[in-house]
């Protein structure tokens, strides 16, 4: 065999050795790399600690209520009809708090109004009853209901102690919740968009 022959055989083997090499350290760089990478990525436990959530309402029909969990809590979206939102106003004199005034659950100025929300349809609202913590029942159905009055014009039930809540989470009088349901932070990226849990659009 040549010399020149030799030669060849020795360069296509180190060719081959630092082909591998390189693609084994490629790897190995890849394997580092992406869990590196996904720390950045807010963990579920961060999630769940307050990261915002994002809701797509374009499939929400009049009467319907959707819940997301935001901060471990379930948070209302409830598209009301043009009816009950315009039976908001009649209830004033029946309700604990009728303006969103107490400060127990501080409501945003945004939702410091008779519909207590952004836009008059859209109820954004969380589920966990002021009192002990329960989550009320829909009781959406105006009339004469068990536990409820003759004239019940249609809302939010805590079976656990009988309070009673509006299309608008505000708390009936005499009832044992102190408060009206929490309104959390949320803004509308779209029409059809809804971020709950911040209220500024960076």
Partial sequence: MSEASVATNVDN????????????GGVGVAAVAVPFVSSFQPSEKAKA??????????????????VVEWRGKPVWIMRRTPEQVQALSKLEGEL????????????P?????????????????????THLGC????KFTPGAQPSLPDDWPGGFLCACHGSTFDLAGRVFKNKPAPDNLEVPPHV?????????????VA
């Fill in 13 to 24: 083997s180190r060719r081959t050795w630092l082909i591998t090499s390189a693609a084994m």
């Fill in 96 to 107: 604990a708090d009728p303006k969103s005034v107490r400060t127990a659950y501080p409501t």
């Fill in 49 to 66: 600690a307050g990261a915002a959530v994002q809701v797509d309402i374009s499939s929400l029909l009049p009467g319907e209520k959707r």
């Fill in 135 to 138: 989550s009320p029942g829909d």
């Fill in 188 to 200: 509308y990226l779209s029409d059809t968009t809804l971020l709950v849990g911040e209220d500024k």
């Fill in 109 to 129: 100025e945004y939702a410091q109004n008779t519909h207590r929300s952004i836009k008059p349809e859209i109820l954004v609202a969380v589920g966990i009853c």
